[in-house]
């Protein structure tokens, strides 16, 4: 079955460490992909988007994302985290180009500490 | 900036209620797309529609249905609701068809069924 994997549940990260998320999907293009964050108690908010092209994306609030067509994979990264970054992230993708329907990973929860 | 509303952001309903959930959108979007969030599963599709008087089921259709009279709106109900209908319920809107468009959420509405 075609899926989106966030293998981290929760991750722990102190503030100004970096950070990295990771997200693997199974389907058989390249889909479009994309990452959102919600903050408590807030709608989400996308961060970044991958249709094409230069496989490093960057996104909004200082975050970056890299696409691997081996691995299936599309990782965020943030080299130096703010408390305000304390959010739940999802990874989504929508498999090919005629499909409305984004599928949505189960979310990673990240906490900062001072 | 493109705005989506909810009608509620908590909500409290018994076995059995006819329960009306609304979403707004007021950019002429022509897509929106009722969510349903749960912990550990993240965000799954229940219905979308792509125009008015249009829809198409998403992947958990079963207990629900929607309307959408006015392009601005899309109405997602629950004929009679059930305590496993407890969840998070999110409405998004988009502009383009397809994998091209970013989704905008509303808040969300908490949905307690007792």
């Known amino acids: 079955a075609q899926s989106v994997t966030q293998p981290d549940i929760h991750i722990t990260v102190s503030e100004g460490a970096s950070l990295e998320l990771r997200c693997n999907y199974s389907?058989?293009?390249?889909?479009?992909l994309f990452w959102y964050v919600q903050s408590p108690g807030q709608g989400l908010q996308l961060l970044l988007k991958?249709?094409?092209?230069?496989?490093l994306v960057q996104g909004i609030k200082g975050f970056e994302a890299e696409f691997k067509r081996s691995q299936s994979s599309f990782n965020l990264r943030k080299p130096s985290v703010h408390w305000s970054d304390a959010a739940e992230y999802f990874c989504?993708?929508?498999?090919?180009?005629?499909?409305?329907?984004?599928?949505f990973g189960a979310g990673t929860t990240v906490t900062v500490r001072a | 900036d493109v705005k989506v509303t909810q009608s509620s952001r908590y909500l409290v309903k018994r076995t059995g209620e006819k329960v009306f959930l609304e979403c707004v959108q007021d950019?002429?979007?022509?897509?929106m797309f009722w969510y349903r969030q749960d912990p550990g599963l993240g965000l799954r599709l229940i219905y979308f529609?792509?125009?008015?008087?249009?829809?198409e089921k998403g992947d958990i259709p079963e207990g629900y249905s929607v309307s959408r009279e006015k392009k601005e709106r899309f109405s997602l109900i629950l004929e009679s609701a059930s305590t496993n209908q407890t969840s998070m319920y999110l409405c998004?809107?988009?502009?383009?068809?397809?994998?091209?468009?970013?989704?905008?959420f509303g808040p969300g509405t908490r949905l307690t069924v007792t």
């Open positions: 389907y058989g293009a390249t889909p479009y």
């Open positions: 998004a809107s988009s502009f383009l068809p397809g994998s091209a468009s970013e989704e905008y």
């Open positions: 950019m002429d979007h022509e897509n």
């Open positions: 529609s792509y125009d008015v008087k249009m829809k």
């Open positions: 991958y249709f094409s092209g230069d496989t």
């Open positions: 989504a993708v929508v498999p090919g180009e005629d499909d409305y329907k984004l599928s």
